[in-house]
């Protein structure tokens, strides 16, 4: 069963950065697709940033696209999220999650997801 622990969330001034990391123990992590996603209060959950095992396919969310950089380390079983430019919409519980099966970008390919990580961008 895979685990997946998150860290890295905080409070930051818009235009800052933070950087999200996630720690897998479990099965194959380097041949597993991983993706990063977010949940504002009252908001349904949405797709932020996916790589694939390799780490050579990358997806990103039109919202985040030229601000956030998804990649991983597979030798230490860990994903991070670059975010740059946080804006106060990027206010968000951020869940790491790996994919079973199907699109990188569709929450549905997901099974296993951490326990969440806030992250709030002051105005």
């Known amino acids: 069963q895979v685990q997946l622990v998150e860290s890295g969330g905080g409070l930051v001034q818009a235009g800052g950065s933070l950087r999200l990391s996630c720690a897998a123990s479990g099965r194959s992590f380097s041949t597993t697709g991983m993706g990063w996603f977010r949940q504002a209060p009252g908001k349904e959950r949405e797709f932020v940033a996916a790589?694939?095992?390799?780490?050579?396919?990358?997806y990103y969310g039109d919202s985040v696209k030229g601000r956030f950089t998804i990649s991983r380390d597979n030798a230490k079983k860990s994903v991070y999220l670059q975010m740059n430019s946080l804006k106060p919409e990027d206010t968000a519980v951020y869940y790491c999650?790996?994919?079973?099966?199907?699109?990188?970008?569709?929450?549905?390919?997901?099974?296993?997801w951490g326990q969440g990580t806030q992250v709030t961008v002051s105005a």
């Open positions: 999650a790996a994919r079973l099966a199907g699109l990188l970008d569709k929450i549905e390919s997901y099974n296993t």
């Open positions: 790589l694939s095992g390799s780490g050579s396919l990358t």
